[in-house]
Structure formats: structure tokens, C-alpha cells
């Protein structure tokens, strides 16, 4: 199967600060990864698929791209609301798999 | 509005048995691939299970093959994982998601979950 990386395990940022967070494929994925947000007590939530698309009702701040092996999830101006867990998935090979996810905090 | 309804979790030994269910409203079930998929407290997701629409595909991660089987009823709206021969390792908060609209694999709904705890 697909091992996913995610980069950095915790990152420690302040509202306003930009976030820029690593997804990196054991085997290129082309452009078939999604990222998703998940805050404490809550589901996932779908950010961004296909690498690069926003899911509806998604902020502009947020941003993917990439292709092949190496992705990125940039968030342009954290808001207060932003500070969760980031996961990457990967769709391009059964089984389907999940990075083990990046934390923004404060 | 999308809703995915999970229930069925609780607490059963080792080697016991539970049926999740996974009740959906807000789309045309039918003509969705759905899947469930688990998380461990303070872990990160895996993905357990898929359906096709019909119910006639299915497919299951390597941890749970043999163990677990997904089935949907379209006449009730309702998805189903039904779960036997439990281990610890199966403890999870199990998640029922929906497909994103035209795509294959990319999560675009999630229940809230229901959570599933083995343990003697």
C-alpha cells in the first residue's frame, strides 16, 4: 500500500502567521490526494482534492498543490478557527490511505 | 443537507460481535459508493470498508477481511458494517462517509461516528 508522510508532527504558529504543511507519497500518487481538517470532538472535514481543488464552502486562504510524490497545504493567514488537525489521503491506489496528520497549534 | 447517522457502537468483549448502522438522508442513497472508516483514540484514520451502490462490490481493508461485512439496505437508506470476532485493536470511533459527487474516493460527508470499544 501507499505510506503517506506528513511534515512537520506539530506545528506552532500564530493567528495571522502562514502555515505550510508537507504531504509526502511512498509512490507517486499523481494529482490524487485530498487533505482534510479535523478539530477536537468533530469529523473530518474536506479541505481540498484532486491536490489542488477547494471543497465547497472552503476558504480561500486555503491552498494544495502538487503532484507525483510531494504535495503542500498552505494556510495564508491562520484564523483562530484553523488550529486543528491535517490529514492527507491519497485515492490513487486501493486501498486508500491517510498521512498520520500534522498539528497546527498556537 | 447531507446527514450520515451512525449507531450500533458500544462496548463488547474480545471475540464478540456488534452491527454498526449508518442511516443517510439529504441524497439519493442508491446512487452512491459509500464506506466506513475508524479511528483510534488519538490516532490518526484508516479506512475499513467500501460498497458500490448496488451492493454489489465490495472491498475491506487486510485488518478486518474475513471479520467484517459491509452491506447496504437502499430501501431503508441505510448502511450497514456488521463486525464479528472483535479484537482490542478494533477499538475505534467508526465513521459511515459518503463519496464527493462524481469522484471516487474523496470523503466528502462524515457522521459524527459512533464509537466501538472491545475490551474484556
Known amino acids: 500500500e501507499i505510506v503517506l508522510t506528513q511534515s512537520p508532527a506539530t506545528l506552532s504558529l500564530s493567528p495571522g502567521e502562514r502555515a505550510t504543511l508537507s504531504c509526502r507519497a511512498s509512490q507517486s500518487v499523481s494529482g490524487s490526494l485530498a487533505w482534510y481538517q479535523q478539530k477536537p470532538g468533530q469529523a473530518p472535514r474536506l479541505l481540498i482534492y484532486d491536490a489542488s481543488n477547494r471543497a465547497t464552502g472552503i476558504p480561500a486562504r486555503f491552498s494544495g498543490s502538487g503532484s507525483g510524490t510531494d504535495f503542500t497545504l498552505t494556510i495564508g493567514s491562520l484564523e483562530p478557527e484553523d488550529f486543528a488537525v491535517y490529514y492527507c489521503?491519497?485515492?490513487?491506489?486501493?486501498?486508500?490511505?491517510f498521512g498520520p496528520g500534522t498539528k497546527v497549534d498556537i | 443537507e447531507v446527514q450520515l447517522l451512525e449507531s450500533g457502537g458500544g462496548l463488547v468483549q474480545p471475540g464478540g460481535s456488534l452491527r454498526l448502522s449508518c442511516a443517510a438522508s439529504?441524497?439519493?442513497?442508491?446512487?452512491?459508493?459509500m464506506t466506513w472508516i475508524r479511528q483510534a483514540p488519538g490516532r490518526g484514520l484508516e479506512w475499513v470498508s467500501y460498497?458500490?451502490?448496488?451492493?454489489?462490490?465490495?472491498y475491506y481493508a487486510d485488518s478486518v477481511k474475513g471479520r467484517f461485512t459491509i452491506s447496504r439496505d437502499n430501501s431503508k437508506n441505510t448502511l450497514y458494517l456488521q463486525m464479528n470476532s472483535l479484537r482490542a485493536d478494533d477499538t475505534a470511533l467508526y465513521y459511515c462517509?459518503?463519496?464527493?459527487?462524481?469522484?471516487?474516493?474523496?470523503?466528502?460527508?462524515w457522521g459524527q461516528g459512533t464509537l466501538v470499544t472491545v475490551s474484556s
Open positions: 460498497i458500490s451502490g448496488n451492493g454489489g462490490a465490495t
Open positions: 439529504g441524497f439519493t442513497f442508491s446512487y452512491y459508493e
Open positions: 489521503q491519497q485515492r490513487s491506489k486501493w486501498p486508500v490511505t
Open positions: 462517509t459518503k463519496f464527493l459527487d462524481g469522484s471516487g474516493s474523496i470523503f466528502a460527508d
